[in-house]
T-cell receptor, first 115, second 113 residues
Framework: GAVVSQHPSWVICKSGTSVKIECRSL??????MFWYRQFPKQSLMLMAT?????????EQGVEKDKFLINHASLTLSTLTVTSAHPEDSSFYIC???????????FGEGSRLTVL | DQQVKQNSPSLSVQEGRISILNCDYT??????FLWYKKYPAEGPTFLIS?????DKNEDGRFTVFLNKSAKHLSLHIVPSQPGDSAVYFC????????????FGKGTRLSVIA
């Protein structure tokens, strides 16, 4: 079945640095990718919707200058957490919507730990 | 190996009847479960959740049942409405904050008027 891969699966960084997380659709083209943030014991929070070749649409309350999203190709979207702080520590999960069918597939998540 | 399984890719139900969507899991460390609903061209939205200390959680027309011994949960929608037609994803977590949510592959529900 279709696979969505996230890289890195776990990253530890110092406060103030920027971290890039990749989301790839491995065997299908994804016109739309979604980025979520996960908190313990809580549901996912949708951060932004990313469409290939256009600017991402951010949810209310999500700082677009802090969470930079780029969807440069039909198989790759990236989330860059700029000037990361400890409160940004979380799991970030992407999902990708298959171009022809709209079927949705989830990545396995990337854990960000900011020291 | 899939840790969260939704064995029915699709389900059709008559309007007004009960919709039952099933989800099985294999990891005994999971203790928090969520259901998400997804309309075409939109991202999934949170629907309802249940902690392993409960066996039932109800919110309006939506009820989630958890059977820990069978590692099985189900989402009941009563009465089903055409607007409920969507893809429903089951997700599980160990609640520790150390592991990401694990999702099933989804079940497409069609409620027929």
């Amino acid at each position: 079945g279709a696979v969505v891969s996230q890289h890195p699966s776990w990253v530890i960084c110092k406060s103030g640095t920027s971290v890039k997380i990749e989301c790839r659709s491995l065997d299908f083209q994804a016109t739309t990718m979604f980025w979520y943030r996960q908190f313990p014991k809580q549901s996912l929070m949708l951060m932004a919707t990313s469409n290939e070749g256009s600017k991402a649409t951010y949810e209310q309350g999500v700082e677009k200058d802090k969470f930079l999203i780029n969807h440069a190709s039909l198989t790759l979207s990236t989330l860059t957490v700029t000037s990361a702080h400890p409160e940004d520590s979380s799991f970030y999960i992407c999902s990708a919507s298959e171009a022809n069918t709209g079927e949705l597939f989830f990545g396995e998540g990337s854990r960000l730990t900011v020291l | 190996d899939q840790q969260v399984k939704q064995n029915s890719p699709s389900l059709s139900v008559q309007e007004g009847r009960i919709s039952i969507l099933n989800c099985d899991y294999t990891n005994s460390m999971f203790d928090y479960f969520l259901w998400y609903k997804k309309y075409p061209a939109e991202g999934p939205t949170f629907l309802i959740s249940i902690s392993s200390i409960k066996d039932k959680n109800e919110d309006g027309r939506f009820t989630v049942f958890l059977n820990k011994s069978a590692k099985h949960l189900s989402l009941h929608i009563v009465p089903s409405q055409p607007g409920d037609s969507a893809v429903y994803f089951c997700a599980a977590s160990d609640g520790s904050g150390n592991t990401p949510l694990v999702f099933g592959k989804g079940t497409r529900l069609s409620v027929i008027a």
